[in-house]
């Protein structure tokens, strides 16, 4: 049981460059498509379909396409932000503002000349050995799912299941949600010749670190009672 919960703990997110270099053995990534394939979906609709990219030119190509960011975007993640490590261990959500370029660290932000600059220079993606680009049919939700709402939770369901394969099988692994919006996301179909009517759902990144010596980042998650309640909601006494 406690192995089970350090598996999932052990998951993470690495946004690092891999060592593009060394590639992921066929195996290898035929395990994390059978981790996908063995994923609950609603109605077992199996809503998904995955591209595997391993083609070095194909890869390089993905990394420098330009990732459009909104206004809207930089805003709404400004409040997920904490500015101290002491701040995100006592918020308990949210990411370290240290990992944005400055300009999207003020809350006034504006798409001025500063951060044309800094999103100029965030655009390209770190180097990987593999993408794996899992896409669905938005023409066929789940039955009577107001907006696919089941449809996006299974897909959330493949995704993790991938995920803790990655992480068991030592690969490094970090989703890319920008690859999934207009106009990116033509120019990614295009080039993988993934037909028209499907959509990106997510992307990830996988590759082994070249410096096993990176500092491990703060990762921090709420207190069970902070988002469990027992009987009634908003009360707890479990513990
Ligand atoms: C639906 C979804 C979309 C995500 N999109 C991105 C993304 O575009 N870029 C990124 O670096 N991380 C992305 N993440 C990773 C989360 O930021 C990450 O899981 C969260 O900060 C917790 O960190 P951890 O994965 O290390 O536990 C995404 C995660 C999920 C579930």
């Not at 680009?133 to 369901?157: I, N, Q, T, Y």
Request: proline residues 5%; neutral net charge; hydrophobic residues 40%.
């Amino acid at each position: 049981m406690n192995e089970l919960l350090n598996v999932m703990h052990d998951r993470k997110s690495s946004r690092m460059p891999f060592d593009h270099i060394r590639h992921i053995p066929k195996p290898h990534l035929l395990k994390i498509l059978e981790a996908a394939r063995w994923a609950p979906t609603a109605h077992n609709m199996q809503n998904f379909e995955i591209v595997v990219v391993t083609d070095g030119l194909l890869l390089r190509t993905i990394e420098s396409l330009k990732r459009p960011i909104s206004e809207t975007f930089v805003r709404e993640n400004y409040a997920q932000l904490s500015f101290t490590e002491e701040e995100l261990e006592m918020k308990k959500t949210g990411l370290l503002a240290a990992n944005f370029p400055p300009s999207w660290r003020k809350s006034d932000f504006k798409l001025d000349k500063d951060a044309k600059e800094d999103i100029a220079n965030l655009r390209s993606l770190p180097p990987c050995s593999a993408m794996m680009v899992v896409v669905f049919d938005p023409a066929k939700r789940a039955p009577a799912s107001e907006g696919d709402f089941l449809g996006f939770m299974s897909l959330g369901c493949v995704m993790e299941n991938m995920w803790l394969m990655a992480n068991a099988l030592n690969i490094h692994f970090h989703i890319i949600s920008s690859l999934s919006a207009a106009p990116i996301e033509e120019e990614v179909k295009k080039m993988l010749k993934i037909p028209n009517n499907l959509k990106i759902a997510f992307t990830c990144r996988l590759g082994y670190d070249h410096d096993s010596t990176h500092k491990r980042y703060l990762r921090v998650r709420r207190e069970i009672k902070d988002f469990a309640s027992h009987n009634q909601y908003g009360s707890w006494e479990m513990e």
